[in-house]
């Protein structure tokens, strides 16, 4: 698995990552988590380091109110 250099750090993730949002809300009911689970482990073993957890912004005046607020 190629690896990326996360910011100024000495930090290394893998160049290929694995978006976390959906897992538990952002596109609707939040799937199984046994599921999920063995989704994440099955990332492992192949090499994935990088796991994005961010919760999507928007630029839409509620969000704004919602992150700033």
Do not use: H
Not at 15 to 42: H, N, T, W
């Amino acid at each position: 698995m190629q690896t990326r250099k996360l910011g100024n750090s000495n930090l290394e993730v893998s160049a290929i990552g694995l978006g976390c949002m959906g897992m538990s809300f952002g596109y609707g009911p939040a799937a199984d988590k046994q599921e999920m689970i063995s989704v994440i482990r099955s990332a492992v073993d192949r090499g994935i380091t990088f796991f994005d957890t961010a919760v999507k912004q928007s630029r839409s005046p509620s969000a704004s109110r919602r992150m700033w607020t």
